[in-house]
Nanobody, 123 residues
């Protein structure tokens, strides 16, 4: 089992940047593929980015390609989401999640979730 805590959210103007962090408890962090998802008010939770256990494979939603970068530091049990060129439509609660079996874009692959961190992009 792993517990996840996201930090780094906040309010930023359009075009600005934020870096989200997700710290994981336990000594098996490197056994999990990790993902970031977001959920805007009144909408379903959606895939943003995922990274494989070693960090060698990443995948992004089309809406964030070229603007967001997912990375991880297994020595620090932490996964990051660097967000640049932010747009008002990026406003959402951002969640990190851990997948024990396989990486992917589907929510059901992820067994463990953080509590989320709010990102608000003003126009």
């Amino acid at each position: 089992q792993v517990q996840l805590v996201e930090t780094g959210g906040g309010v930023v103007q359009a075009g600005g940047s934020l870096r989200l962090s997700c710290a994981a408890s336990g000594r098996t962090f490197s056994s999990y593929d990790m993902g970031w998802f977001h959920q805007a008010p009144g909408k379903e939770r959606e895939f943003v980015a995922t990274i494989s256990r070693s960090g060698g494979i990443t995948r992004y939603a089309d809406s964030v390609k070229g603007r967001f970068t997912i990375s991880r530091d297994n020595a620090k049990n932490t996964v990051y989401l660097e967000m640049n060129s932010l747009k008002p439509e990026d406003t959402a609660v951002y969640y990190c999640a851990a997948a024990p079996r396989a990486p992917g874009t589907t929510l059901t692959l992820y067994d463990y979730w953080g509590q989320g961190t709010q990102v608000t992009v003003s126009s």
